[in-house]
């Protein structure tokens, strides 16, 4: 256990139709690190995954949208699937929630399709960052400097592309929050 994550806490913000591995995956990692995870979710009701091709497990909700404030958590993260973000991305709670990580100078990690999420958030202009290849334009047309990397970070706003690349996404998402608030991150 890295003492320096021991007293963190990161919430994990999922809807119902969120890519199994980029939830499981992250949420893993940081309970190794000992770091205390919530998963999120609109209505504080447990979700079902999407893993890969059909319908993954449920996993238990923590918290619900609305009973949840950034000053809570020292970071964010944002699971990708195709149902998942599209649902989130017209959430204004959890519009809110991510917004305020970013005014803080919080680490928020977003994998696959999440960055739709930033940008309804209105967060990604200027930003370096990366996606699955679908949401690439979608990120560009919003500001953002897309590329093709395993993972991007960008002043504490941690990227990365599909599963494949969970393990460069946990290790950059650790790093992050080891060095704790960034000056550099902006909403």
């Known amino acids: 256990m890295n003492q320096a994550l021991h007293s963190k806490r990161v919430a994990i913000v999922a809807a119902d139709g969120f890519e199994e591995s980029e939830l499981s995956s992250p949420r893993d990692a940081l ?3 000992g770091v ?3 998963i999120v979710t609109p209505k504080g009701k447990d979700i079902r995954a999407w893993a890969e091709t059909n319908w993954g497990d449920t996993y238990s909700a923590d918290k619900a949208l609305t009973d949840v404030n950034e000053s809570d958590y020292h970071a964010l993260v944002l699971p990708g699937g195709l149902f998942n973000p599209d649902e989130l991305r017209m959430n204004e709670d959890a519009l809110s929630f991510v917004k305020e990580f970013f005014q803080a ?8 399709h999440a960055p739709w999420i930033l940008i309804n958030a209105g967060v990604v202009d200027g930003r370096k960052m990366t996606s ?3 949401v690439a334009q979608d990120l560009r047309n919003a500001g953002a400097n897309w590329v093709d990397e395993a993972v991007v970070c960008d002043n504490a706003l ?3 592309r599909t599963p494949k690349d969970l393990d460069a996404f946990n290790a ?9 608030r960034h000056s550099g ?3």
Do not use: F, R, Y
Request: proline share 3%; net charge negative; aromatic share 0%.
């Open 31 to 33: 309970k190794n690190a």
């Open 105 to 112: 100078g919080k680490p928020v990690a977003a994998i696959c």
């Open 172 to 180: 950059k998402l650790l790093e992050e929050l080891q060095e704790g």
């Open 185 to 187: 991150q902006h909403a």
């Open 36 to 38: 205390d995870v919530d």
């Open 132 to 134: 699955v290849a679908s």
């Open 158 to 160: 941690v990227t990365s």
